[in-house]
């Protein structure tokens, strides 16, 4: 079972992408960023049994090196909750259920994302691009946050707001049906 998120700017960054589901009990689902010639620039495998998140590409017709993320403690055949906080430059945090899973710069050109496939779960879907402009960004060379600009675009806030508002009034409707 595959279920697809298409937009035009999915994958413009800042912003957070919040999923909740349930939790399958066992095997596997994946979340993959695909681009308008059918690569994954980003692609994530949560392996439940093996308790197991892999992260990788395929950009060329064949997969990159994998990263891996052990340990995970599913929350097996429960409701939970996903954020993909997706930075400029490539950056990437993952986190379930408030717990942040991996932070990583990641080699493939995230942005270039047009299509987020869900395969083996079903999720609904919440996009923010606010929420991320008020976390403190690390300067370049620095250890130290920079400060995030306030009250710029209070106005843009709210519209976002209504619009993911009636986004999800459509989803849950037509998860009714």
Known sequence: MINSYIFRDLMKTPQVLHLRGVCPQ????????????????????????????????????????????????????????LDIELRGRNRLRLAMNGATLAELDWRADITSGLRLDMVDVE??????????????????GDDVPAEAPVGA?????????????CRHVVELRSAQQ
């Open 26 to 81: 066992y095997g596997v689902f994946t979340l993959n960023f695909v681009d308008a010639e059918d690569r994954q620039p980003l692609h994530l495998s949560f392996r439940v049994s093996a308790r197991q998140l892999v992260i990788n590409e395929n950009l060329r017709g064949s997969w990159g090196e994998e990263v891996r993320v052990d340990g995970i403690d599913f929350p097996l055949g429960l409701p939970f909750n």
């Open 153 to 165: 675009g209070d106005e843009a806030a709210r519209e976002t707001t209504m619009d993911q508002l």
């Open 123 to 140: 999720f609904s879907l919440f996009r923010d691009d606010r929420e991320i402009k008020s976390l403190p960004e690390l300067t370049e």
